[in-house]
């Protein structure tokens, strides 16, 4: 069958709705998505200074270059990419290039942090002294080394690439763990309570799926090599992401009804830890967290790089 809108061959079909979509319709479907989360969640602002989390990936690249296209048309709007080199060896100097490639063609700033200079050891160093799982090390630095340099960086928004695929495995994560506080820290923007030494995260790729991102990517023809991690098979998230995919295979559109479902009941989860949600500076390094020792620096102690 032919594109919904034209004749043309379609590229696409569309999972929710079962739309197909050829190559020019499917490219101004995606970015009026985009557009519309922007608008809806009121994600940007005229004079935003908005730092791109860039891996290198698909994602981070598809929302970096859409981004860029604002900043185009708004002179008072920044934006600069940001990207962390977690050193992870025959993977993250794959994507490092990447990124340099992608930024350099499209004229973004971009700067690079690594685990290594930063916090005194690589990924790959770290586990090699810990029996814990990659992912809850290299969340924890990563998380912690975004909102410091975003904050010294003067930026006051952080664009990342999560998309819908991303937010159902959140919320069915911490439906399956029972952290409803963390669960009422997601959604198209980030935290419960606005916080002068914490970055908000903002996620315009939010209502995309990661099958819609990829092929947006691939047909604005980015310097990504689709490469995974290799950790990332070693996670609970892993595990999660196998199991919504099996379920959307057999009920299409279940991962729409369960992040549209969410956003329906996200205001009271927010409103309900407004009062109890405490943001504190960890005793250490004075970075935001809830506890009196922020997670970077207990792991550091617990890694001995402390």
């Known amino acids: 069958m032919p594109c919904k809108n034209c004749k043309e061959k379609p590229v696409i079909t569309l999972t929710n709705s079962n739309v197909k979509l050829c190559r020019v319709h499917f490219i101004k479907y995606f970015e009026r998505k985009v557009m519309h989360t922007i608008g809806k969640y009121k994600l940007l ?138 669960s009422a820290r997601l959604g198209p923007i980030t935290g419960i309570q606005d916080n002068k030494d914490f970055v908000r995260r903002i996620k315009p790729l939010y209502l995309l799926t990661e099958k819609e991102t990829a092929t947006y990517a691939f047909l604005r023809k980015f310097p990504v090599t689709f490469t995974e991690c290799p950790n990332a098979k070693q996670g609970y998230r892993d595990d999660v992401r196998t199991l919504l995919n099996q379920f959307e295979k057999k009920y299409p559109g279940s991962k729409h009804a369960m992040v549209n479902a969410f956003l329906e009941t996200l205001p009271a989860l927010k409103q309900h830890f407004q009062d109890t949600s405490e943001i504190r500076s960890c005793k250490i390094c004075q970075e935001p967290t809830s506890k009196e020792i922020c997670q970077a620096c207990t792991l550091q102690q617990e890694l001995h790089l402390k």
Do not use: W
């Open 45 to 182: 602002d005229k004079e935003d200074n908005v730092g791109v989390a860039l891996s290198g990936g698909k994602d981070s690249m598809t929302i970096a270059y859409l981004l860029n296209e604002i900043r185009k048309k708004r002179k008072n709007f920044k934006l600069q990419a940001i990207l962390i080199d977690e050193g992870i060896k025959g993977y993250r100097s794959k994507t490092v290039i990447d990124a340099k490639k992608f930024c350099k063609e499209h004229k973004i700033p971009l700067k690079i942090f690594s685990y290594k200079k930063e916090i005194g050891s690589t990924l790959d160093i770290m586990l090699s002294k810990t029996h814990k799982k990659p992912c809850s090390v290299c969340g924890v630095f990563r998380r912690y080394l975004l909102n410091m340099k975003s904050r010294e960086l003067g930026f006051n928004k952080l664009a990342t690439g999560h998309n819908l695929d991303d937010e159902a495995q959140s919320i069915l994560m911490n439906q399956l763990r029972s952290n409803p506080e963390v």
